[in-house]
């Protein structure tokens, strides 16, 4: 059978402005025009907002005037459609002095024949090139340099033969080794954010021609005997494909199939009725919850694949503070600065770094002022001055204007244009419509997830048919059997704004296991988070006055009323009840110094969880300042409650030391186990508001079940449930030390655990470890449940 002709196609021309050159392929359109969004962006006053459309049809190029103000002119003439060719001269808005492109030829060297159309980003920045990448980076190179022929230190700091001027990159951050073979390999040196090869990380790794090394913000790539850097300055495009997510064994859709374009430091708002999808949109597209199906494509780089390096390049202000309120606005950024920046970074760096961000966002008024005293806009200031710190070169916010009032609202709104304007892609998720107009696009999605509108804000309620916002949202309530995402997609606007405007040509779509996230690095010091997050938990905790207040008065009050009990001497009637009262005492203020603080702090921990933060070192952070505050609390609680008290211990001694240190160990033992258990139910619940409750059942548990009021040994069941209950365990190991039995004779100090003897003893301390170790297992696998899913592999 004869071979079937292949059919003609355009050829790729070289389209030069006064400001840089785009290389165009012929596998889609480009539009020409003042609207930011335009591929051939010109910022002239004659130019109409889109003005012309170039495109390929069959083996040419063809030039259409979108019915501009001042018209097209090609080779002098003004034209409505025309073909164009290499040579061709096109002005627009004037035929004499308006804005002058020039198309010409382009031959590829053979080596790089065909990387446009296999690469995902070609042609979709100005300044384009077409160096091949298999991450699909395609841009102007910033630097070029010659392939170095020995090893090349990359740092930041001024020593490195390549000099990396960026927070995120350690002094003494990577090595490109060069070998006699003309081999190269990239060597990590222990570095705080981690080197990666086409998106992966590596400790050591070979690298190939077309492979991308990242450091940092910035990408190196080995062309031909050339080392060309690629710096991520802002001005990034977001390509959304196909994007599906459904839960229940898919059963149900939370996403429909959603694809859009964002351009460069663009301004994309995302709305639409509760149950929409906006949240389930938002963390598909930072990769916290990757989708079922589809790509995003972060400048043409698969940001699912790649996610491990990019996530660095992504800010994310979730609805709540991510802030902790109690710190200045400068203190609080200051300790964010430490966990984000490498550990060699100096502290000058980075104040430097913090008064940079609290100037682009004229908080250095309120750089002294504790968070909480804010205005609610000022306090979203300073949530999106945390992302900033950075240099993030796409930003998320959801629902940053939630509860602020419409003057406040219009504010945010207009700092978020401003964010755009400096050289941001910036997508918001947002129930308000006040401000929309200040937005370059507009997603509009409706219930079941699908795609309702996309375009420019001024023209979405015309194209639905209402007046007003309130008309729109009632009719996706009212009429859910209509096929919005159908209308849409057989509008203009579609093939304008989607079909015709996607900033990236579709992908091959790759198998489920290899479009799978992988999750991001271990942070490599581990200590130095440790001990930024002690300094800042103590911080926020001395400057609360009430839990000060409470931290002070609460062993001070118990151990007084243990005192009372007590009197001069233990006896039969008053030993067991002054030893119950210490096992309140320790259980309350260990479980009431813990039982908030997770809950109340886990928004903070899934965004810093998602950026790099440790959980291990989140978790001993809290167990290290806690401890040590419940620890001083036992030992205030045991001497104010027996002081002066004549112990009546066998022989006046303990089982291996002092009767009055076995005792404060018991308390403070107990405390430090309550302490864990009150951060096992902070894991556990949901809302802050029941932590009391559940507070004031621990106790009622720990009073029935640390045998003072019933008979716990031999009890089939009940004697098994309270090996559970640390105050059990205390209060044997206080009875041991007393030998409670000699005391007090009866059936409930005849438990075996109350005997004055080392095994007992040390069993009952034992058990209070043990207790503790297992609850802090348990909190560590409940934190694991309320990070993001990509964090949890």
């Given at each position: 059978m004869p071979e079937r002709p292949s059919m003609p196609t355009a050829p790729e021309l070289v389209l030069e402005t006064d400001t840089g050159s785009t290389v165009m392929i012929p596998d889609r359109d480009y539009h020409v025009g003042r609207d930011p969004l335009s591929d051939i962006v010109i910022d002239d006053a004659r130019v109409s907002w889109h003005h012309a459309v170039l495109r390929a049809v069959a083996d040419h190029w063809t030039l259409e005037d979108s019915d501009s103000t001042n018209g097209t002119y090609a080779d002098g003439r003004r034209i409505h459609e025309s073909g164009v060719g290499p040579g061709s001269e096109i002005r627009f808005g004037n035929p004499a002095d308006g804005p002058r492109v020039v198309l010409m030829g382009r031959e590829l060297p053979p080596a790089f024949a065909g990387a446009s159309r296999a690469g995902p980003a070609a042609a979709a920045h100005p300044s384009s090139v077409s160096t091949p990448s298999v991450t699909g980076t395609f841009r102007q190179p910033t630097s070029v340099r010659p392939l170095p022929a020995r090893t090349v230190r990359i740092g930041r700091d001024a020593d490195n033969e390549l000099v990396i001027d960026d927070l995120v990159v350690s002094r003494r951050h990577a090595e490109l080794e060069s070998h006699p073979d003309g081999r190269y390999e990239i060597v990590d040196l222990g570095s705080h954010n981690g080197t990666y090869l086409n998106g992966q990380p590596v400790d050591r790794a070979r690298v190939m021609p077309g492979d991308i090394v990242g450091i940092g913000h910035s990408s190196f790539c080995l062309v031909g005997d050339q080392l060309q850097e690629f710096v991520d300055t802002g001005e990034v495009s977001l390509d959304v494909q196909d994007l599906t997510v459904s839960v229940d064994g898919g059963r149900k859709t939370l996403l429909d199939h959603v694809s859009f374009p964002v351009g460069e430091k663009c301004l994309l708002a995302v709305v639409g009725p509760s149950g929409a999808g906006k949240s389930t949109l938002l963390n598909a597209l930072t990769g916290l919850r990757p989708a079922d199906q589809g790509t995003v494509l972060y400048d043409g780089r698969d940001l699912y694949r790649d996610y491990?390096?990019?996530?660095?390049?992504?800010?994310?202000?979730?609805?709540?503070?991510?802030?902790?309120?109690?710190?200045?606005?400068?203190?609080?950024?200051?300790?964010?600065?430490?966990?984000?920046?490498?550990?060699?970074?100096?502290?000058?760096?980075?104040?430097?770094?913090?008064?940079?961000?609290?100037?682009?966002?004229?908080?250095?008024?309120?750089?002294?002022?504790?968070?909480?005293?804010?205005?609610?806009?000022?306090?979203?200031?300073?949530?999106?001055?945390?992302?900033?710190?950075?240099?993030?070169?796409?930003?998320?916010?959801?629902?940053?204007?939630?509860?602020?009032?419409?003057?406040?609202?219009?504010?945010?709104?207009?700092?978020?244009?401003?964010?755009?304007?400096?050289?941001?892609?910036?997508?918001?998720?947002?129930?308000?419509?006040?401000?929309?107009?200040?937005?370059?696009?507009?997603?509009?999605?409706?219930?079941?997830?699908?795609?309702?509108?996309?375009?420019?804000?001024?023209?979405?309620?015309?194209?639905?048919?209402?007046?007003?916002?309130?008309?729109?949202?009632?009719?996706?309530?009212?009429?859910?059997?209509?096929?919005?995402?159908?209308?849409?997609?057989?509008?203009?606007?579609?093939?304008?704004?989607?079909?015709?405007?996607?900033?990236?040509?579709?992908?091959?779509?790759?198998?489920?296991?290899?479009?799978?996230?992988?999750?991001?690095?271990?942070?490599?010091?581990?200590?130095?988070?440790?001990?930024?997050?002690?300094?800042?938990?103590a911080a926020a905790l001395s400057a609360d006055r009430t839990f000060l207040v409470v931290m002070i008065v609460l062993p001070f009050v118990m151990g007084a009323m243990a005192r009372a009990l007590a009197g001069s001497r233990l006896d039969r009637e008053t030993a067991m009840s002054a030893l119950l009262i210490l096992c309140v005492g320790g259980m309350l203020t260990g479980a009431a110094n813990a039982v908030r603080e997770l809950v109340k702090e886990r928004v903070i921990y899934q965004r810093e969880r998602a950026v790099g933060l440790s959980r291990s070192a989140y978790l001993m952070s809290k167990v290290v300042v806690l401890g040590t505050i419940t620890v001083l609390q036992a030992v205030v609680l045991t001497l104010v409650a027996l002081a002066g008290v004549d112990l009546n211990a066998p022989d006046g001694e303990g089982v291996l030391m002092p009767p009055l240190a076995e005792i404060t160990l018991a308390v403070a033992l107990l405390s430090c186990t309550a302490m864990m258990l009150g951060l096992l139910v902070s894991a556990l619940v949901r809302k802050e508001e029941v932590t009391m409750p559940l507070l004031v059942l621990l106790a009622i548990v720990q009073v029935v079940f640390c045998g003072a009021l019933l008979e716990l040994h031999g009890v089939p069941g009940v004697e098994q449930f309270s090996w559970l209950v640390p105050s059990r365990w205390a209060l044997a190991a206080m009875a041991s030390t007393i030998g409670v039995a000699s005391i007090a004779p009866g059936k409930l100090t005849g438990d075996p655990l109350f005997e004055h003897a080392t095994g007992v003893w040390l069993l009952d301390m034992g058990m209070l470890v043990v207790l503790s170790v297992v609850f802090g297992f348990a909190v560590a696998r409940l934190l694991r449940r309320h990070e993001p899913a990509v964090m949890r592999r």
């Open positions: 491990a390096e990019l996530r660095q390049r992504i800010g994310l202000v979730p609805q709540d503070d991510i802030l902790h309120s109690q710190l200045t606005v400068r203190r609080a950024l200051s300790y964010a600065a430490e966990l984000r920046f490498p550990q060699d970074t100096a502290k000058a760096e980075r104040l430097d770094r913090v008064a940079e961000v609290l100037r682009e966002l004229g908080l250095e008024q309120r750089a002294g002022q504790p968070i909480h005293s804010l205005s609610g806009g000022q306090r979203k200031r300073v949530s999106v001055a945390l992302e900033l710190l950075t240099k993030p070169s796409l930003l998320f916010l959801d629902e940053p204007t939630s509860g602020l009032d419409p003057g406040m609202d219009r504010s945010v709104m207009h700092m978020l244009r401003g964010l755009a304007d400096d050289g941001r892609t910036i997508i918001v998720v947002t129930h308000s419509v006040l401000s929309l107009q200040v937005c370059d696009r507009l997603l509009v999605l409706a219930p079941g997830g699908r795609i309702a509108y996309y375009g420019p804000p001024g023209d979405t309620l015309p194209f639905f048919g209402f007046e007003q916002w309130p008309e729109a949202f009632e009719a996706f309530e009212n009429d859910r059997e209509r096929d919005w995402a159908g209308t849409y997609r057989a509008s203009p606007f579609h093939r304008q704004y989607i079909a015709g405007a996607s900033a990236q040509p579709q992908l091959p779509r790759l198998p489920a296991a290899a479009t799978s996230v992988a999750p991001p690095p271990k942070a490599h010091s581990w200590g130095a988070q440790l001990r930024t997050l002690v300094r800042r938990y």
